[in-house]
């Protein structure tokens, strides 16, 4: 059982994260300080040593914890019962672009800040993102067998670039059936 206490520490913890991730993707990692961060959650710049040891280590968990995030939900829904390899990959698309669409900014800290990433925590992150690509790739692989293998990678990579074009797009140039076509064009990436 959960306490109330832990409940609001789990709270705040989230809290800086959300506002770190927001922070670092209109700004950049190191333009941030730790008293803005504490300033987007309402406490003092120190009280965030409370939750993590550094802002390094935030940045870590953004990275790391949504690199692991994407792996467990792929790999769950490879589990799944499905019908076909074609209802797998339409679960895989519309599972990524629900994340893609609800977390921009984490894409944009993504794209800006991986470099920033120690080597061994941007090793661990590269590593998570080539097994969540493999989860897809090897789906895609058993619709498209004629595809070889270093094409099948780039098409990966075509289509988690098209996906996370998400993070990209203004609140004023954002279509009103953005997740339709993102969807449809992944799904014309990869099966044709």
Do not use: C
């Amino acid at each position: 059982m959960t306490t109330a206490r832990a409940q609001g520490k789990a709270r705040t913890r989230q809290l800086f994260l959300d506002a770190a991730a927001r922070l670092f993707a209109d700004r950049g990692f190191h333009a941030v300080s730790i008293g803005e961060l504490g300033t987007a959650v309402g406490v003092s710049g120190p009280a965030l040593y409370r939750h993590f040891p550094s802002k390094d280590a935030m940045l870590e968990e953004i990275l790391i914890g949504t690199s692991e995030f994407l792996l467990q939900g792929g790999s769950e829904i490879i589990a799944a019962p499905h019908s076909s390899d074609l209802d797998v990959l339409d679960d895989l698309i519309d599972f990524h672009l629900t994340f893609a669409l609800a977390h921009r900014d984490i894409i944009r800290v993504q794209d800006r800040e991986l470099g920033t990433l120690p080597k061994v925590a941007n090793r661990q992150v590269r590593k998570l993102q080539r097994q969540y690509l493999d989860l897809w790739a090897e789906v895609v692989g058993r619709l498209r067998p004629e595809i070889a293998p270093a094409d099948l990678q780039v098409a990966m990579h075509a289509v988690f670039g098209l996906l996370n074009s998400t993070a990209h797009s203004t609140e004023k140039l954002v279509s009103a059936d953005e997740r339709g076509i993102l969807s449809g064009a992944a799904r014309r990436v990869l099966i044709g």
